[in-house]
């Protein structure tokens, strides 16, 4: 059996035994998932541990640096701090996820702007400008500052550009 997060899914719910009670079914990236495990574990666990998605990254583990930032419904969320039983029945939606046809504007202005330095908190600073650009397509610098992600190369001058550029890139794919 090829080695893929579908597989590694489907290896810790057996199929021929059913759907057992109390199995919680998520969606990411698009696709369906189960979990029959601690329903307390936090989602970035399944992300990295069982998925192998390892875009999101584990930093702090107490939701302030939001390096593990993932979309969940489409809002912002640390994936450290949620339990699998509060992502049930959601679509949760990770950095592998962001763009399926080229780059989302945001990953677009990150390359123009040269933002990375280390890399480290990069996908979850990705995750949380798309939020905020999904909330207010023409961000104040207040705005952005609110995001509270950690950059511990002080990237946010980059940062700051990189999510301006991408408010005007997603302005202009709209017309």
Known sequence: MQDTPENRAAAAT???AGIEPGTLQLGINGKPYFHSGDATMPLLWFLRDVL????????????TCGACTVLVDGKAARACMVPMLEAAGREITTIEGLER?????VQQAWIE???VQCGYCQSGQIMAAVDLLRRKPRPSEDDIAQIGNLCRCGTYP???S???RAAELTRAKRT
């Open 113 to 115: 702007n040269d933002v």
């Open 52 to 63: 192998r998605l390892t875009g999101t990254k584990y930093a702090c583990g107490v939701g």
């Open 14 to 16: 057996p199929i021929d």
């Open 101 to 105: 046809d080229g780059l989302h504007p």
């Open 158 to 160: 980059r940062v700051r």
């Open 162 to 164: 990189a999510i301006q």
